[in-house]
T-cell receptor, first 111, second 117 residues
Framework: QKEVEQDPGPLSVPEGAIVSLNCTYSNSAFQYFMWYRQYSRKGPELLMYTYSSGNKEDGRFTAQVDKSSKYISLFIRDSQPSDSATYLCAMGKAAGNKLTFGGGTRVLVKP | GAVVSQHPSRVICKSGTSVKIECRSLDFQATTMFWYRQFPKQSLMLMATSNEGSKATYEQGVEKDKFLINHASLTLSTLTVTSAHPEDSSFYIC?????????????FGPGTRLTVL
């Protein structure tokens, strides 16, 4: 079993819909939780960062962390075709340490 | 802020040659840099972690004599693929983290596409 599980998709939604992404994990030592967006043939771009449990909102993006359930989520409101990309969740045990990535979810937002 | 660059963005080389890829943090001091490789439609695979001024720590299964990593300064790390072969063709991405960043996370470079003929 992988340490971090993420549905590979593809997840196809119409423009303007809410995109809901999630990851589950098995290691309770994870304290830092991140979401990255990666366009084809590009490096990942940091979207959201959360330390420990809780919610965080930034523009159209909302990240949620539930450590008791070992479950994290990313919501994208008012999705746009430009949001079509692969979304990677990542987790770390301590600052500066290596991250463990999910396999990525491919998202397609159709005009 | 937190910009990471990579050079070159794309390289094509003949089998048996060595290729060097540079990773730079442009606006912060990167105490730790990470090197990943990514195959098409797959997630990132961590190759090694490097701290400035010390030897890199390689992940299991990664040949340290083939993938030479140097982190000589707080803004530059290099990955040298020695005696490259076609199976080394991949997308190589670096990331950097630093104590002076607001978030204790990693920022990625744009990646380098290596094709070995």
């Amino acid at each position: 079993q992988k340490e971090v599980e993420q549905d590979p998709g593809p997840l196809s939604v119409p423009e303007g819909a809410i995109v809901s992404l999630n990851c589950t994990y098995s290691n309770s030592a994870f304290q830092y939780f991140m979401w990255y967006r990666q366009y084809s043939r590009k490096g990942p771009e940091l979207l959201m960062y959360t330390y420990s449990s809780g919610n965080k909102e930034d523009g159209r993006f909302t990240a949620q962390v539930d450590k008791s359930s070992k479950y994290i989520s990313l919501f994208i409101r008012d999705s746009q075709p430009s949001d079509s990309a692969t979304y990677l969740c990542a987790m770390g045990k301590a600052a500066g340490n290596k991250l463990t990535f999910g396999g990525g979810t491919r998202v397609l937002v159709k005009p | 802020g937190a910009v990471v660059s990579q050079h070159p963005s794309r390289v094509i080389c003949k089998s048996g040659t060595s290729v060097k890829i540079e990773c730079r943090s442009l606006d912060f001091q990167a105490t730790t840099m990470f090197w990943y490789r990514q195959f098409p439609k797959q997630s990132l695979m961590l190759m090694a972690t490097s701290n400035e001024g010390s030897k890199a720590t390689y992940e299991q299964g990664v040949e340290k004599d083939k993938f030479l990593i140097n982190h000589a300064s707080l803004t530059l790390s290099t990955l040298t693929v020695t005696s490259a072969h076609p199976e080394d063709s991949s997308f190589y991405i670096c990331s950097a983290g630093g104590q002076d960043l607001l978030t204790d996370t990693q920022y990625f470079g744009p990646g380098t596409r290596l094709t070995v003929l």
